[in-house]
């Protein structure tokens, strides 16, 4: 019954924090893609091997912190990840975080920092006189424990983004759920950015809700093979899935490749990963359709 208390504990936080904002936000959940969102860059994937397979199952890393907390109790001893992304139009994201587990519990400390690039200012006649830079910053505290047969985590997240001469200040909880059924599967489920609605403070404008997300993920390791599958539902999308396979050929190497269903623009990924001692190297490639280019993806991780 351990686990029972766990959750009452977390939907009490969460309904706190959130004040009553989760009730509204469900009844919105079955709308193909509910309005009044913002900060996208909270459902933005972290760790090259995870964009590579479509999702964060097969991960035992730091970037557990973004993907599902309850993951984190299963990393092996201390990880330290560093991530680097870069998309589109100069926009680009980068993750470091720390993590430790024993499989009997774990905790960590990361923070994901987005920004758009330079955008141009101009005056009323159309003359540059400045850029600015929008960003946000993501910080992450996340613990996991064991509880009975299954294993819970959660995360509290401080978000910060400014926009020009704006600021907005907000804070959300992530809370997810694994079971491992046979030594060699995971069943997971995480729902993240439950939180209250943030604003710039311009006055007349209207309160943004925080994109909610439900994510099921399922991964399972077969001698050199992983098989990974998620399905995914954010508030202001439609039903999106993804699935990935990797193959090790030997301790060093690793290659991937992913699908995914549902994305307006995103589709296949691929990538490889190389190990060396305590050292972990990954890369992801992921084409962007209607000619928007490609994101590429590099995580180190120090295990």
């Known amino acids: 019954m351990r686990y029972v208390r766990w959750v009452a504990i977390m939907v009490l936080l969460s309904v706190g924090i959130g004040k009553a904002n989760i009730i509204d936000d469900a009844r919105d959940f079955f709308n193909s893609k509910s309005a009044g969102m913002g900060i996208p860059s909270l ?3 972290v760790g ?19 993907w599902n907390p309850s993951l984190i109790p299963l990393v092996s001893g201390f990880n330290a990840s560093f991530s680097h992304s870069s998309q589109f139009l100069g926009t680009r994201y980068e993750f470091a975080g720390m993590v430790w587990g024993d499989e009997i519990s774990g905790y960590g400390i990361g923070a994901k ?3 758009a690039g330079d955008i141009e200012l101009r005056d009323s006649r159309q003359m540059l006189y400045g850029t600015y830079s929008p960003f946000s910053l993501v910080s992450y505290f996340s613990y996991g424990r064991k509880s009975g047969d299954i ?5 509290f997240k401080y978000i910060y983004e400014r926009c020009h001469v ?12 694994n079971y491992i059924p046979i030594s060699t599967l995971n069943v997971a489920f995480a729902v993240s950015n439950m939180g209250p609605r943030v604003s ?15 994510e099921f993920s399922t991964g399972y390791e077969f001698k050199k ?3 990974s599958a998620s399905f995914r539902k954010a508030l202001d999308e439609v039903f999106t899935a993804g699935v990935g396979v990797e193959y090790t050929p030997n301790p060093y190497i690793t290659l991937r490749m992913g699908e995914r269903v549902g994305y307006d623009l995103m589709g296949a990924s691929f990538g490889f990963g190389v190990n060396y001692a305590r050292l972990a190297l990954d890369y992801a490639y992921l084409p962007f359709e209607l000619d928007l280019g490609s994101s590429h993806h590099i995580t180190i991780a120090i295990k």
Not at 48 to 66: P, Q, Y
């Open 48 to 66: 090259a091997k995870n964009l590579a397979l479509g999702g964060g199952i097969l991960s035992r890393d730091a970037t557990l912190l973004f």
């Open 200 to 214: 710039y403070g311009i006055e007349g404008s209207t309160p943004i809700k925080l994109p909610l997300t439900f």
């Open 43 to 45: 459902k933005l994937g």
């Open 166 to 177: 704006y600021s907005l200040r907000g804070y959300a909880m992530d809370f997810g759920f």
């Open 113 to 115: 920092y987005f920004t």
């Open 225 to 227: 093979f992983g098989f």
């Open 151 to 155: 294993w819970l985590g959660g995360s």
